[in-house]
C-alpha cells in the first residue's frame, strides 16, 4: 500500500510558498459612476495660469502614469541592486515511484534470497557441530549416548530454525511494497563572487534608467503645463472677443433704438432701421459663436486640470488679461536663452542620462567574456518512505564553482555589437535633441519678436480706428456721411479690436512658450515645490 498521504502533505507545502507570496486579487477596475460620485475639485473664485497649472500637475492622469513609471524604475533599480546580495533558496520534493513487475519481483526475490542464505547458514553451522559431536563419539571422547543425544538436538534445532524463518520469509515477501515514497529537503545559499562586473553595469543602468524617467516625468510636466497655458490663454481670447461682441451688439442696437425714434418723427428712413437691426443681429450671431467658442476652451482647461467630468465650474472666473509692460515688449537675446534651455529642458537631461544608459549597457554586455565565480552551501536531507526530518537527516556542502563560456556561435559577440550600436544611436539622438531644443528656443524667441511689435502696432491701429469710428457717427449723426459709411467704420473697430485681442493674448503666450522652450517653467515649478 503506497502511503498517498504524506505524499499530498509535502506537495501542499511546497504549492503553499507561491501561493501564499503571490499577488492579491485584483480589484474591478472603477466605473464612470465611481469617479463622478468623488468629491468635485473646489477651485478659487479668480484662477490664475499658475494655480491652474498647480492643479493640473496635481490631478493630470497622464502625470500620475508617468509618476507610475517612476515607480517602476525604482523597483528596477531594487532588482539590479538585490544581485550584490546572498540568494537563500529552499527546495522541497516529494515523489512516489511505481515499481516494474521486474523490479518488484526482483525485491521479492532478494527477500527470499536473504532469509534461505540466513537458512544456510545455520544449516552448515548445524552440520558442522553434528559432524564434531560425531567424531568425538566415535573417537570415545564422549559417550555414545550422549553424542546421540546431542545429534537428536542438533537436528530439532534445525527443524525449529527452518520452520520458525518460513513464516518470517513470507511476511518479509508479503510486506514489500509495489511503490517507493522519496523526500528530499535543501537549504542553498549562494552569492555571485565575480561575474565579469555585470552586477556594476547593471545597477549603472537601473539608475540611469530611474532618472532618466523622473527626467521624461518632468518633460511630461512641462508640455502639460505648455498645454494648460495654451488652453487657458484661448479662454481669454474668447472671453475678450466676447466683450468685443457685446460692444458691436449693444452699438447697434443703440442706433437701432435712436433710427425708430427718429423715423417715429420722420427725421429717419425705415431701411437706417432694417440696417441697424441686421447689424445688431449680426452682433449676437458672433457672441453666439464666441461664447461656445470660449466654453470650449474651458471644456479644454478643465480637462487638463482633471476636473470630475471636464466640467469646468460656473463660480470660477479666469483672471483678467494683464496689460503689457516695458519688460514684456523688450526683445530677450537667444543665446543666454540656449544656455538655459541646455541646463534645464528635461528632455536634454533625458537624452544625456539615456546615453549613460546605453554606455553601461555595453560594459554588460562585456561580462559574457569572463569567468562568474559562484560561491554556495547547501544543507540536504533525502528520505525514503519517511517525512519526517530530523537533525540527523541533513548533510552539508560548501564549495565554489566556475563557468566561463569557450564557444556561444558568436551570440556574445553579436551582444556586444549591438549595445555598441545602441550606445552610438542614443550619442545621436542627443545631439538631434540638442540642435531641437536650439530651434524651438530660436522660433520661440522670433514668434515672441514679432507678438511684441504686431502688439503695439494693433494698439495704436486700435485707437485710430476708435477715433475714426467715433468720427464717423458723428458725422452721420450730422447727415454728413453715408449709412455705408458709418457700417464700415462700426466693421473695422470690431474687427481692430478683435485683433488687439488677439495679439495680447499672442504676446503672452509667445513669452509663456519662450519660458517652455528653456525649461523655465518647469523649473520654477520644482523651486515652488
Not at 527546495?91 to 511505481?98: E, G, I, K, P, R
Not at 532618472?211 to 474668447?238: D, G, K, N, P
Request: proline fraction near 3%.
Amino acid at each position: 500500500m503506497t502511503r498517498c498521504g504524506g505524499v499530498m502533505f509535502v506537495v501542499l507545502c511546497v504549492l503553499w510558498v507561491p501561493l501564499a507570496s503571490s499577488e492579491p486579487a485584483t480589484p474591478e477596475a472603477a466605473t464612470p459612476s465611481d469617479v463622478r460620485a468623488s468629491e468635485p475639485m473646489k477651485l478659487p473664485g479668480i484662477l490664475d495660469l499658475a494655480t491652474a497649472e498647480r492643479i493640473a500637475v496635481a490631478g493630470n492622469p497622464s502625470l500620475k502614469a508617468a509618476e507610475d513609471r517612476v515607480k517602476q524604475a525604482r523597483a528596477r533599480l531594487w532588482q539590479a541592486r538585490s544581485l550584490w546580495f546572498p540568494q537563500l533558496e529552499v527546495q522541497a520534493s516529494a515523489s512516489n515511484t511505481w515499481l516494474s513487475e521486474n523490479d518488484y519481483t526482483a525485491a521479492r526475490n532478494q527477500v527470499t534470497e536473504g532469509f534461505t542464505q540466513q537458512i544456510a547458514a545455520t544449516g552448515q553451522q548445524l552440520y558442522a557441530t553434528q559432524r564434531e559431536t560425531l567424531v568425538q563419539g566415535l573417537l570415545g571422547q564422549i559417550p555414545v549416548a550422549q553424542a546421540a543425544s546431542t545429534l537428536i538436538a542438533l537436528n530439532n534445532q534445525a527443524v525449529d530454525s527452518v520452520a520458525s524463518t518460513m513464516p518470517s520469509m513470507i511476511r518479509a515477501r508479503q510486506a514489500i511494497d509495489d511503490s517507493v515514497e522519496n523526500y528530499r529537503v535543501s537549504f542553498i545559499l549562494s552569492w555571485i563572487v565575480f561575474n565579469g562586473f555585470e552586477r556594476k553595469f547593471a545597477n549603472a543602468q537601473a539608475r540611469f534608467g530611474l532618472h532618466e524617467t523622473e527626467a521624461l516625468q518632468l518633460e511630461a510636466q512641462r508640455i502639460l503645463m505648455s498645454a494648460v497655458a495654451q488652453a487657458y490663454y484661448a479662454a481669454q481670447l474668447a472671453r475678450e472677443n466676447i466683450a468685443i461682441a457685446e460692444a458691436d451688439q449693444g452699438f447697434n442696437e443703440r442706433l437701432l433704438k435712436e433710427a425708430k425714434a427718429s423715423r417715429r418723427e420722420g427725421a429717419a428712413s425705415l431701411s437706417d432701421e432694417l440696417n441697424f437691426e441686421v447689424r445688431a443681429n449680426a452682433a449676437r450671431a458672433q457672441l453666439i459663436r464666441t461664447r461656445s467658442t470660449h466654453r470650449g476652451a474651458l471644456i479644454a482647461l478643465a480637462e487638463l486640470l482633471a476636473l470630475p467630468d471636464a466640467e469646468f465650474p460656473e463660480g470660477t472666473e479666469l483672471a483678467e488679461l494683464g496689460e503689457e509692460t516695458f519688460e514684456d515688449l523688450e526683445a530677450p537675446s537667444a543665446a543666454p536663452l540656449i544656455d538655459t534651455a541646455f541646463g534645464l529642458r528635461p528632455d536634454l537631461n533625458q537624452s544625456a542620462l539615456a546615453v549613460k544608459r546605453a554606455r553601461a549597457a555595453v560594459g554588460q554586455s562585456r561580462a559574457p567574456f569572463f569567468p562568474t565565480i559562484v560561491a554556495s552551501a547547501s544543507k540536504d536531507a533525502l528520505r525514503t518512505n519517511d517525512i519526517d526530518f530530523g537533525e540527523d537527516d541533513f548533510s552539508t556542502t560548501v564549495g565554489v564553482s566556475v563557468s566561463y563560456t569557450l564557444f556561444a556561435g558568436g551570440r556574445n559577440v553579436a551582444g556586444y555589437n549591438e549595445a555598441k550600436a545602441a550606445r552610438s544611436e542614443a550619442e545621436r539622438y542627443r545631439e538631434q535633441t540638442e540642435l531641437a531644443v536650439a530651434s524651438e528656443v530660436r522660433r520661440a524667441i522670433e514668434d515672441l519678436t514679432a507678438a511684441q511689435e504686431s502688439v503695439v502696432l494693433q494698439r495704436d491701429n486700435a485707437q485710430l480706428v476708435q477715433r475714426n469710428r467715433d468720427l464717423v457717427e458723428k458725422e452721420y449723426d450730422a447727415g454728413v456721411v453715408s449709412l455705408v459709411r458709418l457700417n464700415e467704420a462700426q466693421r473695422d473697430l470690431v474687427e481692430a479690436q478683435g485683433t488687439l485681442a488677439l495679439a495680447r493674448v499672442a504676446l503672452q503666450q509667445a513669452w509663456h512658450d519662450v519660458r517652455t522652450a528653456t525649461g523655465q517653467t518647469i523649473a520654477a515649478f520644482v523651486e515652488e515645490d
